[in-house]
Each structure stands twice: as structure tokens, then as C-alpha cells.
């Protein structure tokens, strides 16, 4: 396999995750959290890589494998604080002391908080999350956009 079929495959990777999200908000009506947000923005990086089509060096694929690397981490991270194996974001993830609040303190608390939390798994597949399909995903298209480092 060539490389610049190495980096097609991989941009239509990222391509499919991100409409698949987009699919998931616009037409299926899920709301995304901010952790489901942050796993967005790498695979936009990783569009960056594209220009492996047209210019040479190591520098393209690299780029594209630390975007979807780092889309994959952050799937990782969300996929445990979906599961509570670690806590997450007070902005989304809730918890924290309350008792120290007064009512009006913990009113613009309640009022300020997100609708869509980032410890509830709102849609699974075959045991995974969304957020975890993503992690593996992710690391996967990685793995193909640093094998676009070696030559043919």
C-alpha cells in the first residue's frame, strides 16, 4: 500500500468519526458533552496531514498520528469517567463539595450546569460507549498514519 493511500484511508478515517458525531448531534438529536467536544478538534488537526498528499517529509503523517492519537487519549480519559473509574470535569461530571454552598450559591450552580453530562453513557455499542469507539478508533487511524512513515 502506498503511502498516499496510507493517508487517504486515514483522513477518510477521521472524516467518517467526526460526520458520524456530527450524524449522531444533528439528525439522532444526542447533544454532545464538552469531553465528546475535545475528542472532536484533534481530528480536525489531523486534516492537517492531507498535505502528506502533495508534499513530501515525515512531518505530514506525524501531525495526522498526534491528532488522532490525542483524540484516542482523550477517548480514554472520557471512557473512564463514564465509568467512574476516575473523576471527570466538575463543569460537566457534576460532584464536588456542595455543603459549604448557600442555596443561592448552589442555585447558580444548578442553573450554570450543562444539560449534557459528561459521566453518563448516553449510547452503546456492543458494550462500548461512543466515547470509547472513538478511543479505539482513534488509536487505530494512528497506527495507519504513522505506517505512512515507511516507505512502500
Do not use: K
Request: aromatic share 8%; glycine share 12%.
Amino acid at each position: 500500500m502506498t503511502r498516499q493511500i496510507r493517508i487517504a484511508l486515514a483522513l477518510a478515517g477521521s472524516a467518517g468519526l467526526l460526520l458520524a458525531a456530527l450524524a449522531f448531534q444533528h439528525i439522532g438529536g444526542m447533544a454532545p458533552c464538552q469531553l465528546c467536544i475535545w475528542q472532536r478538534w484533534p481530528h480536525v488537526v489531523a486534516f492537517l496531514g492531507a498535505m502528506g498528499l502533495i508534499l513530501p517529509g515525515p512531518v505530514w503523517p506525524l501531525i495526522g498520528a498526534a491528532g488522532t492519537a490525542t483524540s484516542g487519549g482523550i477517548g480514554i480519559y472520557h471512557t473512564g469517567v463514564e465509568r467512574g473509574w476516575w473523576p471527570g470535569p466538575t463543569s460537566c461530571s457534576g460532584g464536588g463539595d456542595m455543603s459549604a454552598l448557600t442555596p443561592e450559591q448552589l442555585l447558580d450552580r444548578v442553573l450554570a450546569a450543562p444539560v449534557v453530562r459528561c459521566d453518563e453513557v448516553p449510547w452503546e455499542l456492543l458494550g462500548l460507549s461512543m466515547a470509547s469507539w472513538n478511543a479505539l478508533l482513534s488509536l487505530v487511524l494512528a497506527a495507519l498514519w504513522l505506517s505512512a512513515l515507511r516507505r512502500p
